[in-house]
Nanobody, 129 residues
């Protein structure tokens, strides 16, 4: 079992920045893939950024819509996953969720929310124009 608790959401103006945190606990072997997903009202949940560990090194994947603006990272000593969000846009407004999973995935599928088992409760991000 894995427990995930997000924090750091809030309201900012367009062009601003926020850093989301996801505190993880439980079976570390179930956290081979960890990522951030978001869901705006009336829309499907979508992958934002994923960090996964195929062996000894870590790899990151970003959605095209956030590439160059968002950065995913983790602090293993604190069991915490981060999402640094810069140059925020109104279309980034959504509930942001942290998720984890252990099963191998094709690189083209790592942003697919349906492939993740463990989820946090979410943290709201609102960007005003």
């Amino acid at each position: 079992q894995v427990q995930l608790v997000e924090s750091g959401g809030g309201s900012v103006q367009a062009g601003g920045s926020l850093r989301l945190s996801c505190a993880a606990s439980g079976d570390i072997n179930s956290r081979r893939y960890m990522g951030w997903f978001r869901q705006a009202p009336g829309k499907e949940r979508e992958g934002v950024a994923v960090l996964y560990i195929p062996g000894a090194s870590g790899s990151t994947v970003y959605a095209d819509s956030v590439e160059g603006r968002f950065t995913i990272s983790q602090d293993n000593s604190k069991n915490t996953l981060y999402l640094e969000m810069n140059t925020l846009k109104p279309e980034d407004t959504a509930m942001y969720y942290c998720a984890a999973d252990s099963r191998p995935k094709y690189s083209r599928s790592v942003l697919q929310p349906t492939l993740y088992t463990y989820w946090g409760q979410g943290t709201q991000v609102t960007v005003s124009s």
